[in-house]
């Protein structure tokens, strides 16, 4: 008898033991087949959940089963999840139920204009660009603007994190709040000492930029030169507003690597060579140190600035008429040893 009952009880425990495993396997053993990402639009249904997490996960069957369990089937959030690898059913519907998605990196670059950035930044977002340029237009006119591209000062280049799912006015509610921050007192004052209004001190910082190619090294040395060009009623004459003037008419798709004399006729308002002062508006999204440099203008005498083929990616500065004419010279030539016709 006491043979027989051992017996029993370690068939007992055998299948307790089996089924046990079975259930530890399915709710917490790795289901991962490959890491990666997926999305859950909103609006989705479980089918559409389980097409798109079916790549990611070794049982699929498994997965419903705990997704069932837990109630995923009702109750899910929308978004970009992150798959890694060892992970489990449970940690995995846990992660869909709570809405835990993965942020995506998003580069605000020198973009010409509001439109182009809206292009690239609704490659990682749910909403389509014409959705999210619709949007951005109706936040535009509510705040007394034309467009969306009149809110361009809003935005700085950098590198920023949002989430897939991110509806145009958190979009933008961000950068308002970054705009505001920037705003300090301490600028306030010295834009009023500027004597420049915000719009003209962003459309000079974007001229900045582009200029000097982004590096601060020599930005404010070149927003006091055309601040000096400004004050003494001279056309600025700066070959990015060209650049823009012509791009801004073909939707971008015009490169241009020199400017020429028919380029300086064009005519638009942000043509530099054409329009004497500031634009109406800035060229470029532009970054905080092209605005600090405008407002903390280096004070000199420059009225001239040529690209200095000895350094690329500098100027040659100057206030004498002859000085400039032989610095332009040496550029053009070097424009030309490099067969940069155009």
Same mark, same amino acid.
């Given at each position: 008898?006491?043979?027989?009952?051992?017996?029993? @009880?370690?068939?007992? @425990?055998?299948? *307790?033991?089996?089924?046990?495993?079975?259930?530890?396997?399915? +709710?917490? *053993?790795?289901?991962?087949?490959?890491?990666?990402?997926?999305?859950?639009?909103? *609006?989705?249904?479980?089918?559409?959940?389980?097409?798109?997490?079916?790549?990611?996960?070794?049982?699929?069957?498994?997965?419903?089963?705990?997704?069932?369990?837990?109630?995923?089937?009702?109750?899910?959030?929308?978004?970009r999840?992150? !798959?890694?690898?060892?992970?489990?059913?449970?940690?995995?519907?846990?992660?869909?139920?709570?809405g /835990?998605?993965?942020?995506? &990196?998003f580069?605000?670059?020198?973009?010409?204009? !509001?439109?182009?950035?809206? *292009?690239? #930044? &609704?490659?990682?977002?749910?909403? %389509? $660009?014409?959705?999210?340029? $619709?949007?951005? /237009?109706?936040?535009? #006119?509510?705040?007394g603007?034309?467009?969306?591209?009149?809110l361009?000062?809003?935005?700085?280049?950098?590198?920023?994190?949002?989430?897939? =799912?991110?509806?145009?006015?958190?979009?933008?509610?961000?950068?308002?709040?970054? +705009?505001?921050?920037?705003?300090t007192?301490?600028? @306030?004052?010295?834009?009023?000492?500027?004597?420049?209004?915000?719009?003209?001190?962003?459309?000079?910082?974007?001229? #900045?930029?582009?200029?000097?190619?982004?590096?601060?090294?020599?930005?404010? =040395?070149?927003?006091?030169?055309?601040?000096?060009?400004?004050?003494?009623?001279?056309?600025?004459? $700066?070959?990015?507003t060209?650049?823009?003037?012509?791009?801004?008419? &073909?939707?971008?798709? =015009?490169?241009?690597?020199? #400017?020429?004399?028919?380029?300086?006729?064009?005519? $638009?308002?942000? /043509? &530099?060579?054409? /329009?004497?002062?500031?634009?109406?508006?800035?060229?470029?999204?532009?970054?905080?140190?092209s !605005? %600090?440099? !405008?407002?903390?203008?280096?004070?000199?005498? +420059?009225?001239?600035?040529?690209?200095?083929?000895?350094?690329f990616?500098?100027?040659?500065?100057?206030?004498?008429?002859?000085?400039?004419?032989?610095?332009?010279?040496?550029?053009?030539?070097? @424009?030309?040893?490099? %067969?940069?016709?155009?």
């Amino acid at each position: 008898m006491k043979k027989t009952a051992a017996i029993i @009880l370690i068939a007992v @425990l055998a299948i *307790g033991a089996f089924f046990g495993y079975g259930f530890y396997k399915k +709710y917490y *053993g790795n289901n991962v087949a490959k890491e990666g990402y997926f999305h859950i639009p909103t *609006g989705a249904n479980f089918n559409q959940i389980l097409d798109s997490i079916g790549p990611y996960v070794q049982n699929k069957e498994a997965f419903v089963d705990v997704a069932k369990d837990k109630n995923m089937d009702r109750f899910f959030h929308p978004g970009r999840y992150r !798959v890694k690898g060892g992970t489990n059913n449970t940690d995995l519907v846990n992660m869909i139920k709570a809405g /835990n998605q993965t942020e995506n &990196t998003f580069r605000i670059g020198d973009f010409g204009d !509001v439109y182009q950035m809206i *292009g690239r #930044v &609704t490659r990682k977002t749910e909403v %389509d $660009s014409l959705k999210f340029a $619709s949007d951005l /237009n109706k936040i535009a #006119v509510q705040k007394g603007y034309r467009n969306a591209e009149d809110l361009k000062k809003y935005f700085f280049i950098d590198t920023y994190q949002f989430f897939w =799912t991110v509806k145009p006015a958190e979009f933008f509610k961000k950068f308002e709040d970054q +705009y505001k921050e920037f705003w300090t007192s301490e600028r @306030l004052q010295k834009e009023k000492q500027s004597g420049l209004t915000r719009d003209q001190i962003y459309a000079l910082a974007s001229i #900045v930029y582009k200029e000097s190619g982004g590096k601060p090294d020599e930005q404010k =040395t070149i927003a006091g030169l055309y601040l000096n060009r400004f004050r003494k009623g001279m056309k600025l004459q $700066s070959d990015p507003t060209v650049i823009y003037a012509i791009n801004k008419e &073909t939707n971008f798709t =015009t490169p241009i690597r020199r #400017v020429l004399y028919k380029h300086l006729r064009h005519p $638009s308002p942000y /043509n &530099t060579y054409a /329009n004497p002062g500031i634009p109406p508006g800035p060229i470029c999204i532009t970054d905080k140190n092209s !605005v %600090d440099a !405008v407002l903390n203008a280096e004070k000199n005498s +420059y009225i001239f600035m040529a690209a200095d083929p000895d350094r690329f990616g500098f100027h040659r500065f100057t206030a004498s008429d002859a000085e400039h004419a032989k610095n332009a010279r040496d550029y053009q030539a070097w @424009l030309n040893s490099k %067969d940069i016709r155009k």
